[in-house]
Nanobody, 123 residues
């Protein structure tokens, strides 16, 4: 089992940047495919990005391609989401998720979730 704790959310102006982090417990972090999801007010949770075990493969939803970058540091048990050129429509609670095993381009079901971190983009 893995526990996930997100951090780094906040308020930023449109066009700005923010990096959010997700720290995982345990000694098997490198065995988990990691992902970011988000949920805006009144909307369903949606997939944002995923990264495979070593970080070799990444995948993004179309709306964030070219603006967001997912990365991971297995030595620190941490996955990151660098968000650039932020838009008001990126406002949401961002959730980190984990799935044990190698799942490239997986936008589906994940097994473990963090509590979320709020990202608010003002216009």
């Amino acid at each position: 089992q893995v526990q996930l704790v997100e951090s780094g959310g906040g308020l930023v102006q449109a066009g700005g940047s923010l990096r959010i982090s997700c720290a995982a417990s345990g000694r098997t972090f490198s065995s988990y495919t990691m992902a970011w999801f988000r949920q805006a007010p009144g909307k369903e949770r949606e997939f944002v990005s995923t990264i495979t075990l070593s970080g070799a493969n990444t995948y993004y939803t179309d709306s964030v391609k070219g603006r967001f970058t997912i990365s991971r540091d297995n030595a620190k048990n941490t996955v990151y989401l660098q968000m650039n050129s932020l838009k008001p429509e990126d406002t949401a609670v961002y959730y980190c998720a984990a799935k044990r095993g190698y799942y490239p381009n997986c936008a589906g079901v994940y097994d473990y979730w963090g509590q979320g971190t709020q990202v608010t983009v003002s216009s």
